[in-house]
Structures are given as structure tokens and as C-alpha cells.
């Protein structure tokens, strides 16, 4: 009995010095056994891993400077031929579509009516040309009368007179027979300019009237052709400057992608005002237009080439970075680590800006792989052209 109550009471009394003598205990085994354990895998102490990038080297080359905008192809001239005569379309001449010279038969107007108010303002025109000879003749006679004092000098007035009147009568049955050749002319209707057709607007057997706002077909000069472009406010400067120099400025023409020229011309004018709700400026350009690859009201990309600066020190558009002190780059040292340069960009064109200070010529600037990359970072160059498994084993790290 007394046992059992020395016992309860040594037992009751133990357990916060056995706890700390089992945690005492685990411990000395863990140290013990720490150098048993394999050791982790990962870079050791001081290695760290090595940022794949790819770069670029600065280069000294002629830089030319581009200006871009949108532009609308206009045709040189547009002409909607009516007839300027009334009568009967006989027939029409012309093919859809194609391309006429200027002074081409389009149609024809029958021609009948025509032909006969000119024959008769041609019988009028003999007509009175007979009264006018005869009228002359009495009047030498009278002339002749009157030195020899035979008739009253009333009698001459007069006839001189008449001989007045039928010479203005002759000129206007002139006009007249004149006028009636032009409308017989107008009968045949000729293409007035040079260029494409469009589609015919009235069928042979319509009855025409003149001045028909409808017309007959219209017309558009496409050989050369024109296009109308806007560029900010701001670039006008550099445009006026190489105009008052008497420069032909260089213009492409590309397609709605932005990829394809289709074709090359040259800068005709400047607009004399600036849009101030849109803060640009028309420009006019002039295309040849040979091969057709423009047509009218088609969208384009323009280019306009302005300047070149010559010898510039450029790097591509994507190597440049933006930070809270500007533009900056990164550049590969000699020992293969990263360096942050802040540099001061020039004019841009394409793919390619120019660097006013902050690189040299020959410098190594990172193109691919700065999302991962801080200054000191050592990096592994990665070829152009590398294959892409060998580019994203590269970029994973294994």
C-alpha cells in the first residue's frame, strides 16, 4: 500500500522532465544522423542559373526616316460622259471595263435629224450669199453712177446699206451652218479622257436626252492615279523642309495588311490648312500606276520617305525597355553578365531606332529573353537560329 502511493506520486510528478528529456534526445539523434542523409539536389552555393537570351549587335548604317499614314486612292479624273444632243442611241461602242484613249468612239446617236438642219442652214447660207453678191454688184454700179452724177447720192447710201446687212447675214448663216456641224458632231460621243470604263449606263435603242445626269458610262483615269493621305500636324515640318528644297519625296503604297507594296510615287502637294478637330494634314501623292495595282477609293498604308541619316548607330525597336528614368537596354559584358544601360533614342525606322548615346558600336544588346534578366545576371547567348525545341529547353532551364 505504501508502494503503490510512492509510486502514484513519483509518476505524478514526472512529466515535464521526461518530455524534456525525450526532445533532448530526438534531437542529439537528428544531428547525429544529418550527415547520413543524401544531400538535395539544386546549384551549389554561389552558382546561380544562367538566363538564356538572344542578341543583337549594334551597328553603324544609313538610317532612313519614314513617315506613315492612311491614305484613299483617287482617280486622277473622273468624267461621267453624257450625250449633249437629244436622239435615239444607235449604239454603244465601247466594252465594259476597258481602257480607252482620249477621242475613242463610246456611241452613236442616229444622226439623221442632224443632217438635215445642217443642209438647211446650208441652203439659207447660199441663199442669202446670192442676195449678198448681187447687192454688191449694184453697188459698183451705183458707185459708177454717181461719179458721173447720174443718181441721187441717197440712192448709194442705201445700197451700201444693204450691202452692210448681208454681209452680217452671211456671217450668221456661217454660225449657223456651224453650229449644225457641231451637232451633227455631237452625235458621235467620244471618250473625253484617257482611262478605265465603268458600266454602261443606257442600252442601244434608249432615247437620250442631252446633259442626262445619268450619262452614258463613266470614266476614270487610273493611268496616273493619285493618292490622298493624312499624317499628324507634328511631322509637317519635316516635310516643308525637304519640299522648300525641291526634293521629290519618295511614296509606297502598301496594302490594308501593311505588308505587301504595291506601288511606288512621288509627293505632288500639301494641303494649305490643318483639320484642327483631327490635328492632321492632307498630303496628295502621284502614282503611275502601270500595272494597275491601285484602284480608285482603295485603302492603303502609306509610307513617305523624308530624310536618311547617314552613318546613325542603330539597334531593333525591340531591344529598348521602358523604366521610371527612360529608355534603357541591356548590354552583354565581357564576362558574359547582363548590364543595364539607359540610353537616348533617335528617330525610328522599321524594325530599327537609332541610339544617340548610352551604346557603342559592337556592343551586344539583348533582343529576346529581359523578362527574366536583372544587371549582373550571368547569361547563355542563344543562336538566331536555333532550332524552337532547342530554344524552349533553353528558356526552361534544364
Known sequence: MFDREVAGRLLRSRPVWVVTALLLAGAAWWFSGDSKRPAQKGPAAGMAQMVPVRVEVARIEDLDIYLKGLGTVTAFNTVTVRSRVQGE????????????????????????????ALSQAIGMQQQNQAQYENAKRDLDRYRTLRKQDSIAP?????????????????????????????????????????????????????????????????????????????????????????????????????DRSDLNRLAVGTLVTVDNQIDATTGTVKLKAQFANENDALFP?????????????????????????????????YVIQPDGTAAVRQVKVGARSGDRVAILDGVKQGDQVVLEGTDRLRSGAKVRIVRSDAPESEAKKTGSGK
Not at 442705201?158 to 448663216?173: H, I, M, P, W, Y
Not at 482603295?298 to 548607330?313: C, E, I, W
Request: aromatic share 4%; charged share 25%; hydrophobic share 40%.
Open 297 to 329: 477609293n482603295q485603302f492603303v498604308n502609306v509610307r513617305m520617305k523624308v530624310r536618311t541619316d547617314k552613318d546613325a548607330l542603330t539597334v531593333p525597336v525591340g531591344s529598348l525597355q521602358q523604366g521610371n528614368q527612360g529608355a534603357f537596354l
Open 89 to 116: 442611241l444607235i449604239s454603244v461602242r465601247f466594252k465594259e471595263g476597258e481602257q480607252v484613249k482620249a477621242g475613242e468612239l463610246l456611241a452613236e446617236i442616229d444622226p439623221r435629224s442632224f443632217e438635215v
Open 154 to 254: 441717197m440712192l448709194l447710201d442705201t445700197q451700201q446699206a444693204l450691202v452692210r446687212k448681208l454681209e452680217g447675214q452671211l456671217k450668221s448663216d456661217q454660225a449657223a451652218v456651224d453650229n449644225a456641224r457641231l451637232q451633227l458632231d455631237y452625235t458621235r460621243i467620244t471618250a473625253p479622257i484617257s482611262g478605265r470604263l465603268g458600266l454602261r449606263k443606257v442600252d442601244a435603242g434608249n432615247l437620250v436626252i442631252a446633259n442626262d445626269p445619268q450619262g452614258v458610262v463613266v470614266i476614270t483615269q487610273t493611268q496616273p492615279i493619285s493618292v490622298l493621305f493624312t499624317l499628324a500636324e507634328t511631322d509637317l515640318p519635316a516635310v516643308r523642309s525637304a519640299m522648300q528644297e525641291d526634293q521629290k519625296l519618295p511614296v509606297d503604297a502598301y
